[in-house]
């Protein structure tokens, strides 16, 4: 299994939940991908450290207590931001979440420079016009200081930066003091593959750390380049390259991972998303800026997930605010706790009980329609095989063949199927069931030189195939059932009897079954992608 983990600021700390809930399913871990919090956490992870090791809900030590056996300044998480830094955030902060200080200081300065520059155009006291000058320029320097003061960072990244690469080393090289950790050091000698995610000013563009595109990088520099939170942390400078947080161009890296996804197609990947629960303001001409600071962190989460293979998407809220990192040790460890408990139910819900759920549908409706052929028709019913058809998120135009039963040997397991142009699709579209034997009808055979590759590799046997919609509360199709065999049926009464029987028992099965499949497919906590 492939995870990654999104940014969050201090809201990353529920990442520890959601391993510790992945660790207790006893899930492979085989690469690990993160973007500023989150590349913290999957950095750690990949380098054996467990969720337990990063924080116990339970007691016991925190990666806190490990840092400070290395570097004894680091007594709180605060501290990764060294204390005059941490002053600065704080200040900073209470001003973002005060914006009566903002507007009181413009006040005073629109009250107080308008009379000035009246009596400097009414009169011709040099002492008044000189106050106006001395006014203005103060004005205009005080905005350039504090303009530069912000944009070169509140606090450093450097003595956490030192205190990590130290951590890893102990870690994964103990009797090698003098190692490196590099980004090379994954994917090989049984550890995960580690992809890191940040945003690289010097090339304007996103940049993916990894084994592969980045071997010499150290993991550390890696790691302190996506956390560099625009304003709160000085910009971290690799070579002749400046870094900033990544979430401003990739908050939430389930991408990195395509290739391995396509060299596996079982390969799942879980994409850990922190809900970005603030409050959402009435966005006006002068206060857009701070939505839009949100927006580029949270708002490419649809594109950071059009991933190719199996994707589920797992949002977990967080009670911290972003720059809440002087909660207590206890809150850290109800935090954690939260998470996991969030998060073990909706991984059980989607990727345990739901699949199961429609696997063992699937084994049924294969077992009804066998029977019926062989009782009503008196013929071998051969090979029988039954798939859910589901959209993926988003498509509007196909639908893709899931949980299938009898597939196990055919090329179009898990295959993309148009609804303009099949026989699936037709079902769909007139949410009538839609029975047909071979030679299918030509408009409905997969028509047409975009469907020349899913010809290929259709299954050549297929001599029948019977789809029926399952509908919803509001009579519209939720999924389709897609039954189909090589047996040769003979088009008289009696087929027509087995097809009616056929559809009738699947739909009382799906009938029995179906609130509890709906429950756990409106479930938009973890969100199905692409099968």
Known sequence: ???????????????????????????????????????????LKAAGFSSRDLLDPDGGPTLIDQLSEIDPNFNRVTDI?????????????????????????????????????ILAGTTRSVLIIGLAILAMVGLAGLGFLVARFFIGGLADLRRFRAALGTLLQRKLFPDDPDRIVVMADFGRDGRPTLKIVSANLSKRSLHLFSPD?????????????????????????????????????????????????????????????????????????????????????????????????????????????????????EQARQEVRDGAAAASVRLDNRLFRRPELYRNACEV????????????????????????????????????????TGYESHADEGMLVPIEGSILGEAWRSQESRFELAPFPDELDLPGDANRLRRKLRWPKLAWQLCIPILDGDDQPRFAVHIGGDAKLEPDERLEVAVTEIENAVNEFFRLIRQELFELEDGDDLEEQHP
């Open 81 to 117: 931001f060294g204390r005059i830094g941490w002053a600065r955030v704080l200040l900073f902060r209470y001003a973002s979440a005060h914006s009566w200080i903002v507007k009181a200081s413009a006040i005073m300065l629109a009250v107080a420079i308008p009379p000035l520059l």
């Open 213 to 329: 595109r980045t071997p010499h990088v150290a993991v550390a520099d890696a790691v302190a380049a996506s956390i560099c939170l625009p304003v709160i942390f000085r910009p971290w400078r690799i070579g002749r390259s400046t870094f900033i947080d990544g979430g401003i161009v990739s908050n939430l890296p389930a991408w990195p991972f395509d290739e391995e996804r396509e060299l596996d197609p079982q390969a799942l990947t879980i994409a850990v998303e922190i809900a970005d629960s603030s409050n959402v303001p009435i966005v006006r001409r002068f206060n857009w800026i701070p939505s839009a600071i949100r927006t580029a962190f949270f708002g490419s989460g649809e594109l950071n997930l059009r991933v190719s293979g199996q994707a589920e998407q797992l949002v977990l809220e967080s009670s911290l605010n972003l720059l809440q990192f002087d909660l207590t040790v």
């Open 365 to 404: 409706t294969k077992g009804l329609a066998e029977d019926v052929i062989e009782s009503a028709l008196l013929i071998d019913a051969k090979h029988v095989r039954v798939a859910i058809a589901v959209p993926d998120r988003d498509y509007h135009r196909s639908l893709r063949l899931r949980f299938s």
């Open 1 to 43: 299994m492939f995870v990654a983990l999104a940014g969050g600021g201090a809201k990353g700390l529920i990442h520890v939940g959601a391993l510790r809930a992945l660790e207790d399913r006893g899930v492979a871990f085989c690469g690990l991908a993160g973007t500023s919090a989150g590349a913290i956490v999957a950095a």
